[in-house]
């Protein structure tokens, strides 16, 4: 188990901690309301949310949900601005406790690793296999309504596995109960907590099973081997745990040979290249053509940026040049719209 933490609540309260969550939250935010009024009187919001902390009297306003529909139909739970400065300054103080222990299989909302990573780390496992004759085979799984189905009693077990501080373990029930199943899609220690409660699976696979060569983001997991029949028994024997041990459900799951290509983290793998998921690619043309339709010259290149980002660790250079010459006819035309506030991203 290792050691534990105490004695982390007054990091928290901290005022240059908060000074600290404080930018950390404005980051990507400066154009939102709550940001806007947070910032009117930010030194008093800052101290007061440092005494409310400390005397205990700090609750979490209401958030607001709203639902994303890409890639998939997901609920999202925005809470208000002044808790999500307390949720970073929360997180600035325990998810490297949790950092520390992480396996380096999984690859989610990690610094230094993410889907390119964690794409990237599962080819070098392909070509590391293939060098010794065998064609390795791959199990594919992930789970049904992840989030919305984390047992919250396991997760605060999980975390009182190496944070023994009361204060901190009752300001994380604020945000997530102890009692009770989910975790809200868009919270900062959502992420954390998923996080955490996936790496029961990293532990039994690896310190129980003794299986090394598997990667994981969030709930999406590939376990390679060389054998169909092993990764058959194997799913049964994950399926059984997951069930047991962390009240997860299989959504899907396959087992393939790796020369019929991975479809992994907005990829599909092959150990000699990675090219984009189809589904990736005709969202990206659907905004395209949004943007285009709507006169938003600004929002179609923030997003152009942010999708060549993604498509450049795929062998995707005949597809980018042409998506190059079909925007720069769009950004060259003269018959954008003036008011782009109006354009939804």
């Known amino acids: 188990m290792g050691k534990k933490h105490r004695n982390l609540f007054d990091k928290i309260c901290d005022p240059d901690a908060l000074w600290q969550a404080y930018r950390r939250a404005a ?8 940001y806007l009024l947070f910032r009117q009187h ?27 529909y890409e890639p998939k139909r997901r609920q999202i739970s925005a809470l208000p601005f002044r808790d999500r400065v307390v949720q970073h300054a929360l997180a600035a ?50 789970f049904a309504a992840y989030f919305a189905s984390i047992d919250r009693s396991i997760l605060h077990r999980e975390v009182e ?7 901190t373990l009752d300001l994380l029930a604020l945000f ?15 992420q954390i907590c998923a996080n955490i409660y996936g790496h029961i699976l990293d532990r039994f696979l690896a310190h129980t099973v003794k299986q090394s060569r598997f990667i994981r983001y969030m709930d999406d997991t ?68 949004r943007y285009k339709k709507h006169g938003c010259r600004e929002q179609l290149t923030r997003f152009l940026a942010s999708w060549r980002g993604h498509a450049k660790w795929a062998n995707t250079h005949n597809l980018l040049q042409r998506l190059e010459v079909a925007v720069w ?9 003036t008011l782009e506030t109006h354009c939804q991203p």
């Open 27 to 34: 980051n990507g935010k400066r154009n939102g309301g709550g």
């Open 329 to 337: 006819t769009i950004i060259t035309r003269t018959h954008w719209k």
């Open 93 to 142: 103080v325990i998810e490297p406790i949790f950092e520390r222990v992480f396996l380096p299989q999984s690859h989610a909302c990690r610094v230094d690793k993410g889907t390119h990573r964690g794409a990237v780390a599962a080819q070098a496992i392909m070509r590391r296999m293939l060098r010794k004759g065998a064609t390795p085979w791959f199990l594919k799984i992930d």
């Open 161 to 167: 596995r190496k944070v023994s501080c009361r204060k």
């Open 222 to 289: 590939v376990i390679f081997a060389y054998s169909r029949q092993y990764l058959e028994l194997l799913r049964f024997r994950i399926k059984w745990f997951c069930q047991v041990e962390m009240g997860m459900n299989f959504s899907h799951w396959m087992i393939a040979p790796i020369t019929r290509g991975l479809n992994f983290l907005g990829y599909r793998i092959w150990h000699t290249h990675k090219l984009l998921r189809p589904a990736s690619v005709a969202r990206a043309k659907k905004k395209i053509a």
């Open 176 to 190: 997530h109960p102890p009692t009770g199943t989910g975790v809200p899609i868009g919270n900062l220690t959502s």
């Open 42 to 68: 930010e030194a008093a919001n800052i101290a007061q949310l440092a005494v409310s902390l400390k005397d205990g009297s700090y609750r979490p306003g209401e958030p607001q949900t709203f639902t994303a």
